[in-house]
T-cell receptor
Framework: DAKTTQPTSMDCAEGRAANLPCNHS???????VYWYRQIHSQGPQYIIH???NNETNEMASLIITEDRKSSTLILPHATLRDTAVYYC??????????????FGKGTKLSVKP | SAVISQKPSRDICQRGTSLTIQCQVD?????MFWYRQQPGQSLTLIAT?????????ESGFVIDKFPISRPNLTFSTLTVSNMSPEDSSIYLC??????????????FGPGTRLTVL
């Protein structure tokens, strides 16, 4: 599975959009980009994933560049409860019977009032 | 989605003892995993729990230290054996499901916070 690079930490003002970048320059054609977050003292929480098209759900938007070498997770209106470590993970979409997630160090997002 | 519960939620243990952590899922899942998260660190995969057979361990983890059972599709246990202070970590159970709408997300339990004195 391809490796990802994320900034160690970021700050965001409450109510503003949080844009979290991720570089995955060695991503292969069949690998997806997954985002998870871990709020303090909880297990990681799935946010969103995508292959090459931009994706949006009730939590966030995922923007993947045309060459797929980088992506950005967007939290449109960050709240204090969005303070967490955000993990960008690249992995093949093997289906339910294979594979697991390999976590890097992630980005610690601090949302400030 | 899958709802995962772990027991105990936390424990403080003496070195040399063993602790068994239970993971229960509210639905049948395709795969179950055990992760460790040491203080201030990211998650590291310990092993994949296989139903009815021996678990598949990642490099650096061995069955004698972390025996794992998975007797059915919704339950697994991880034992941390002969504990030392270096085993102080959060241990997380994780599962994979196959859902037609959302692909193959992986879900995580709340974790078991272990402190070894």
């Amino acid at each position: 599975d391809a490796k990802t690079t994320q900034p160690t930490s970021m700050d965001c003002a409450e109510g503003r959009a949080a844009n979290l970048p991720c570089n995955h320059s060695t991503i292969s054609g069949n690998e997806y980009v997954y985002w998870y977050r871990q709020i303090h003292s909880q297990g990681p929480q799935y946010i969103i994933h995508g292959l090459k098209n931009n994706e949006t759900n009730e939590m966030a938007s995922l923007i993947i560049t045309e060459d797929r070498k980088s992506s950005t997770l967007i939290l449109p209106h960050a709240t204090l409860r969005d303070t967490a470590v955000y993990y960008c993970i690249v992995r093949g979409n093997y289906g339910g019977s294979q594979g697991n997630l390999i976590f890097g160090k992630g980005t610690k997002l601090s949302v400030k009032p | 989605s899958a709802v995962i519960s772990q027991k105990p939620s936390r424990d403080i243990c003496q070195r040399g003892t063993s602790l068994t952590i239970q993971c229960q899922v509210d639905s049948q899942v395709t795969m179950m995993f055990w992760y460790r998260q040491q203080p201030g660190q990211s998650l590291t995969l310990i092993a994949t729990a296989n139903q009815g057979s021996e678990a598949t361990y990642e490099s650096g983890f061995v069955i004698d230290k972390f025996p794992i059972s998975r007797p059915n599709l919704t339950f697994s246990t991880l034992t941390v054996s002969n504990m030392s202070p270096e085993d102080s970590s959060i241990y997380l159970c994780s599962v994979k499901t196959r859902t037609s709408q959302a692909g193959n997300e992986q879900f995580f339990g709340p974790g078991t916070r272990l402190t070894v004195l």
